[in-house]
């Protein structure tokens, strides 16, 4: 079965700080993709990055950073020098990949909720 | 680009009524995705989409629950008697066909629903 814990229910930092979150995630495809999405308080659902299972290079984008290791079934967010405008809930979440046929859905972890502070 | 695009953004309504929730996908996309969030339950997916069939409809509370896909840009998620626990954000999402790119979803606004 398909799971994705992320352990950190809220996170409060000061402004300027780096913060991370853990995204753990339990699968037996040999396949898969992984996600993050950021949902501010106006309460949509942006999009921020898709990992595949057969890439392991971290990613950065600007402040933000994503480090997949699949040796430990995770894959951790890392926003450097943070700001207020990064407060939201972030989810991680996991879809099947090529095993999965037709299936997109997503598998979701219950949210990280981030409240950086000034 | 416009992305995708539900109404009502909100709507109150009464227990019993009936209430239809709309969701317009991106261009070009082929997946359509009915979630509903609550605190208590998190983001939920009700149904699931490709090329207008259902693939994935495990997620439909009860009978009282349907959703349609009329064409290939459109669908409906309608609540027939609505009762107040169904209360919450309802959003669609969309993916685009092919490729990796078809496993990104792509989220509407939302629609925050009341049930008095």
């Given at each position: 079965?398909?799971?994705?814990?992320?352990?950190?229910?809220?996170?409060?930092?000061?402004?300027?700080?780096?913060?991370?979150?853990?995204?753990?995630?339990?699968?037996?495809?040999?396949?898969?993709?992984?996600?993050?999405?950021?949902?501010?308080?106006?309460?949509?659902?942006?999009?921020?990055?898709?990992?595949?299972?057969?890439?392991?290079?971290?990613?950065?984008?600007?402040?933000?950073?994503?480090?997949?290791?699949?040796?430990?079934?995770?894959?951790?967010?890392?926003?450097?020098?943070?700001?207020?405008?990064?407060?939201?809930?972030?989810?991680?979440?996991?879809?099947?990949?090529?095993?999965?046929?037709n299936?997109r859905?997503?598998?979701?972890?219950?949210?990280?909720?981030?409240?950086?502070?000034? | 680009?416009?992305?995708?695009?539900?109404?009502?953004?909100?709507?109150?309504?009464?227990?019993?009524?009936?209430?239809?929730?709309?969701?317009?996908l991106i261009s070009g996309h082929n997946s359509l995705?009915?979630?509903?969030?609550?605190?208590?339950?998190?983001?939920?997916?009700?149904?699931?989409f490709n090329n207008n069939v259902?693939i994935?409809?495990?997620?439909?509370?009860?009978?009282?629950?349907?959703?349609?896909?009329?064409?290939a840009s459109?669908?409906?998620?309608?609540?027939?008697?609505?009762?107040?626990?169904?209360?919450?954000?309802?959003?669609?999402?969309s993916s685009p066909s092919g490729g990796v790119s078809s496993y990104e979803q792509y989220?509407?606004?939302?629609?925050?629903?009341?049930?008095?």
């Amino acid at each position: 079965a398909q799971k994705v814990t992320q352990a950190q229910t809220e996170i409060s930092v000061v402004e300027k700080e780096d913060v991370t979150l853990d995204c753990v995630y339990e699968t037996r495809d040999t396949t898969y993709y992984l996600f993050w999405y950021k949902q501010p308080p106006s309460g949509e659902l942006v999009f921020l990055i898709r990992r595949n299972s057969f890439d392991e290079q971290n990613e950065i984008s600007g402040r933000y950073s994503w480090n997949f290791q699949k040796s430990t079934s995770s894959f951790n967010f890392t926003i450097t020098a943070s700001q207020v405008v990064d407060s939201a809930v972030y989810f991680c979440a996991l879809t099947r990949g090529l095993n999965a046929g037709n299936n997109r859905k997503l598998i979701w972890g219950l949210g990280t909720s981030l409240a950086v502070n000034p | 680009d416009a992305g995708v695009i539900q109404s009502p953004r909100h709507e109150v309504t009464e227990m019993g009524q009936e209430v239809t929730l709309r969701c317009k996908l991106i261009s070009g996309h082929n997946s359509l995705f009915w979630y509903r969030q609550t605190m208590m339950r998190g983001l939920e997916l009700l149904i699931y989409f490709n090329n207008n069939v259902p693939i994935d409809d495990s997620g439909m509370p009860e009978d009282r629950f349907s959703a349609k896909m009329p064409n290939a840009s459109f669908s409906t998620l309608k609540i027939q008697p609505s009762e107040p626990r169904d209360s919450a954000v309802y959003f669609c999402a969309s993916s685009p066909s092919g490729g990796v790119s078809s496993y990104e979803q792509y989220f509407g606004p939302g629609t925050r629903l009341t049930v008095t």
